[in-house]
């Protein structure tokens, strides 16, 4: 009898290590996660600005060569 004790103690504190170490892996997941969106947001701020740029130039070129071969 004593032994079922002591393993239903074990398996106990097993099930609370588990538990705390699936706690802790939830929380650097949802870290990750937080970095990878801030990550992403940054990436199509950047690409947004790009393409701004770029259709800003471009339309800048184009009046530049109508104006000059007229």
Do not use: I
């Amino acid at each position: 009898m004593e032994k079922k004790v002591q393993n239903a103690d074990t398996w106990t504190v097993d099930y609370e290590d588990k538990l705390q170490r699936l706690q802790s892996y939830r929380e650097k997941l949802d870290e990750l996660c937080d970095f990878v969106d801030q990550e992403l947001r940054f990436n199509r701020q950047k690409r947004e600005e790009w393409q701004r740029r770029t259709y800003e130039w471009k339309q800048s070129h184009d009046r530049e060569e109508s104006s000059g071969n007229n």
